[in-house]
């Protein structure tokens, strides 16, 4: 029996131990919730970039593996919609139907509820949103759990990892978002550039039941309540930090953005903030170390943890070898 340790149980750990091969005993450490990302994601699993109007990165791979591995119990049946206001955008979402990438993502177009302002909403095919934190609540139950931080790890002689100078593994797999501590330390430098987001809970008096997007998203929570957001801001030098605190000009820019396209009042309850694992050229970061046997990467999933997990977790222990 091969003894395996994930280091962060997020949305990247979380795959890696719940995909990690038959006969392993997968051990978790997780050092608490307070600055892991996934736990205040939106959790949309989206296929595609759509300020942009492009397909993510591997992205009919990736949907097919979170389709398989998300339990139906943790995700929205309804999709994603694109609002869309001026006739213009209208014609280039049915002419991008024939795209060769993008378009099998584009499925029909439906009429814009009252309260949104706007010609014609596209709904996004195959996207659905993950009730994220009550999905790792379900998943931490599996596995053996330890809430002390890994700040000692080191390859014994005999080729196990030890951590803490008290556990020894057979593997450790780092999944330990923007924080990277470890990760940075085997690896050197692996390209972050991390960026923080900031969303918004509020209430607001239209009706708004479905998923809805126009540069920010709206997503609802039941009882009149939304979650908007998220902003995207660059600046943050080392994963080291908490989040910065919720921010003014960021609550705004949400705010001007939803009033373009949403009728009816909106009043702000709750703000909050957390730190994306993303880099400069936009990829993961996954796979095993060149030199040092046992030890495994997933990390460097952006903006789009929830849809890349499953597929790189899975192509990891694909690539393992001991
Ligand atoms: C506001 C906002 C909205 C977002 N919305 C979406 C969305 O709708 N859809 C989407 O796909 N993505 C979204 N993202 C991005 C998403 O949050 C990330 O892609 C994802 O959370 C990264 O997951 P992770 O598992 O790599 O890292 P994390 O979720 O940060 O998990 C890492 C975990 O490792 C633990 N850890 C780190 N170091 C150690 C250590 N030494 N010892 C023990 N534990 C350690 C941390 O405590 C943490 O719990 C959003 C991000 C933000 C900020």
Not at 231 to 256: F, R, V
Request: charge should be negative; include cysteine.
């Amino acid at each position: 029996m091969k003894r395996v340790a994930i280091v962060g149980f997020g949305i990247a750990g979380s795959a890696a131990a719940r995909l990690a091969p038959e006969g392993c005993t997968v051990v978790v450490f997780d050092a608490g919730i307070l600055r892991c990302s996934s736990r205040v994601a939106t959790g949309l699993v989206n296929p595609i970039v759509l300020k942009r109007r492009r397909a993510v990165w591997r992205a009919k791979e990736a949907l097919e593996a979170a389709h398989r591995m998300y339990p139906a119990e943790f995700c929205s049946t309804e999709p994603i919609y694109e609002v869309l206001q001026t006739a213009a955008e209208v014609n280039d979402w049915g002419a991008l139907q024939d795209h060769p990438a993008l378009g099998e993502f584009l499925g029909e177009l439906v009429d814009a509820p009252e309260y949104v302002r706007g010609l014609k909403l596209g709904m996004v095919r195959g996207s659905f949103r993950l009730r994220i934190a009550a999905y790792l609540d379900w998943a931490s139950q599996h596995f053996e759990f330890s809430k002390d931080p890994v700040v000692q790890l080191r390859q014994l002689d005999s080729g196990a990892w030890l951590i803490n100078e008290s556990q020894e593994f057979d593997s450790v797999v780092l999944c330990e978002g923007y924080q990277a501590r470890w990760a940075e330390h085997f690896w050197g430098d692996l390209g972050f550039a991390r960026t923080w987001g900031q969303g918004l809970r509020i209430q607001s008096t239209a009706d708004s039941s479905l998923m809805l997007h126009r540069k920010h998203f709206l997503v609802p929570e039941g009882e009149g309540i939304q979650h908007l957001g998220s902003t995207y801001s660059w600046g943050i030098e080392h994963g080291d930090l908490d989040p910065p605190k919720a921010d003014e000009g960021h609550t705004q820019e949400l705010l001007k953005s939803a009033k373009s396209w949403f009728e009816g009042e909106i009043q702000v309850l709750d703000a909050w903030t957390g730190i994306r694992p993303t880099t400069k050229d936009r990829r993961p970061r996954w796979g095993w170390h060149p030199e040092l046997k046992g030890l495994g990467l997933l990390n460097g999933l952006g903006s789009r943890g929830t849809l890349h997990a499953p597929l790189l977790a899975t192509e990891l222990w694909n690539s393992a070898k001991f």
